[in-house]
């Protein structure tokens, strides 16, 4: 690696401890270095707080140093004035001579205005230093400014002959058939934390009643969705417990809420449903979407191609019989060993 790639590398490791925090602001991180030391760090720790190159600037104990240092950044400094003032200004105001950018912001408001403001104040400018690298950490900001939609993830676990429950009817009252280990449960709830908003369909919420939150991870909640084409669902679910943030998309106006976190979106069930989906969640600040179930929604956004990434826990029990799992074919995938399981991971790009 060059040295450049050596200290971009130290600031995307910086940046990805604001996952789970930043939403919907991008994960960065910045280093500070002069004659070859690092004199200063910092990452972007959450919406609304101090950008990564603020509190890396601060925590330089020699401001003078600046002078003759080079800063790098995983994105682009920023230019406007959001919930806190621009990052390129305070780049020029310390007279740090050189720029090392891992890669432009793809927000229109910012893109390529933050590198001309430093050019043209006289410092030396590069750009694209681990870009694929910073790409990767920020794929549901990019999507967010590129696609309007969120970046989504597909996820479930499914049993060794591939299926991902029993039959199971509301008046059962069966409880869901149990795949995941204590090692990946604690995973899903990490990912959780890490996402903005947690989707299911009706007969997941009937039959499983699920609360959708984090509980064996440190972490905020997701905002909570729900296709409820009928409002099926009754109001005694957990979804309905005021808890989280719960947004169900519906044909039937005026759903009466229970909470003054629940929230009724009226939509068309028709081919645009998933889209139309999207574009709203995109609208109310969602940039990540996790898909939870069940076997019907996912399908469907397989059968879309409306999906990014999947994460596949493949049990080692065996049902027989039951609810089939989706399929997944021709498709870039990894797999490693969880606990007991093996873990499938897709990409859809």
């Not at 780049?91 to 050019?119: C, H, N, T, W, Y």
């Not at 694209?128 to 676990?157: M, S």
């Not at 709203?280 to 069940?294: D, F, N, T």
Request: proline residues 4%.
């Amino acid at each position: 690696m060059t040295k450049d790639e050596v200290y971009m590398s130290r600031a995307l490791s910086l940046a990805k401890k604001g996952k789970g925090f930043t939403s919907p602001n991008p994960m960065v991180g910045a280093v500070i270095v002069c004659d070859g030391k690092i004199i200063g760090e910092g990452f972007h720790r959450k919406c609304g707080e101090a950008h990564a190159e603020v509190n890396a600037i601060n925590s330089v104990k020699d401001e003078e140093l600046l002078k003759r240092s080079t800063i790098y950044v995983t994105l682009e400094p920023c230019s406007h004035w959001g919930k806190t003032p621009p990052c390129s200004k305070l780049i020029i105001e310390k007279q740090i001579p050189r720029v090392v950018v891992g890669m432009q912001d793809p927000f229109s408001a910012v893109s390529g205005r933050g590198l001309e403001m430093i050019r043209n104040a006289g410092a030396e400018v590069v750009v694209g230093v681990l870009e694929d690298e910073c790409v990767e950490l920020n794929k549901a900001f990019i999507y967010a400014q590129t696609l309007k939609r969120p970046y989504v993830t597909l996820k479930w676990a499914q049993s060794a002959d591939g299926y991902i429950d029993a039959d199971r009817k509301k008046d059962d009252n069966a409880a869901p058939v149990v795949i995941s280990d204590t090692i990946n449960s604690i995973e899903v709830h990490k990912m959780r934390a890490e996402y903005d908003a947690i989707m299911v369909g009706t007969n997941t919420a009937i039959l499983d009643n699920p609360r959708l939150n984090v509980r064996k991870w440190d972490g905020k909640n997701p905002v909570r969705v729900l296709l409820d084409r009928t409002l099926r669902v009754p109001h005694s679910s957990s979804l309905f417990d005021g808890h989280t943030e719960t947004i169900i998309f519906t044909e039937m106006a005026g759903g009466v809420s229970v909470s003054d976190k629940v929230t009724y979106v009226t939509v068309s069930f028709d081919e645009n449903l998933l889209s139309s989906v999207l574009s709203e969640l995109s609208a109310r600040g969602v940039q990540s979407l996790m898909v939870e179930g069940g076997a019907s929604l996912l399908n469907s956004f397989l059968k879309l191609s409306l999906w990014d990434d999947a994460r596949v826990e493949v049990g080692d029990v065996l049902l027989k019989s039951g609810v089939e799992a989706p399929v997944i074919s021709g498709k870039k995938h990894t797999f490693y060993r969880s606990g007991t399981s093996m873990v499938v991971k897709y990409a859809n790009y």
